[in-house]
Structures are given as C-alpha cells and as structure tokens.
C-alpha cells in the first residue's frame, strides 16, 4: 500500500494589532519542503523593527505519536458505501 507525503499549510492561531490590522504574531503548522516532516513556525513581530522566527521540526510518524499520545480520541464510524 502506497503512503503519501505530508503536504500544505495550516495557519494555528494568528494575532492583529487593532489599530493597523497588521498580523503581530502567527502560529503555522506546514510540511516540509520533501514532506517527510511537519514544521510549526513560530513569527513573532510584536517589537517594531525585528521579526523573530523559531521553528520546530518532527517527522510525520513522530507528529502522529504526540497527537496520539496527548489526547482522548473520539471514534466516529460511517457505513462503508
């Protein structure tokens, strides 16, 4: 059986400063360029003049065994069509 690459963008959470509308910090859950991992990116613009970046980076297997590890799952089943 065939398994496919990781791949797009997810934006996490993202911050705006009222007066201006401009985006102040931003949370990014995205594939890497190959797709064998997943990067969150932390963008921190909150001090004017500096852009700060921090990045983390897991395998897709690894990613699935955190989710996995920290959370209740919830079973939903759908008759095969």
């Given at each position: 059986?065939?398994?496919?690459?990781?791949?797009?963008?997810?934006?996490?959470?993202?911050?705006?400063?009222?007066?201006?509308?401009?985006?102040?910090?931003?949370?990014?859950?995205?594939?890497?360029?190959?797709?064998?991992?997943?990067?969150?990116?932390?963008?921190?613009?909150?001090?004017?003049?500096?852009?700060?970046?921090?990045?983390?980076?897991?395998?897709?297997?690894?990613?699935i065994a955190a989710?996995?590890?920290?959370?209740?799952p919830s079973i939903?089943?759908?008759?095969?069509?």
């Open positions: 059986m065939p398994v496919h690459s990781a791949a797009g963008t997810m934006t996490l959470m993202s911050e705006t400063e009222a007066p201006s509308e401009r985006e102040i910090r931003a949370l990014r859950l995205e594939a890497s360029i190959d797709g064998k991992a997943v990067v969150l990116t932390d963008i921190d613009r909150r001090t004017p003049g500096i852009r700060r970046e921090v990045r983390y980076q897991m395998t897709v297997t690894e990613f989710i996995c590890a920290q959370r209740t939903v089943e759908f008759p095969d069509q």
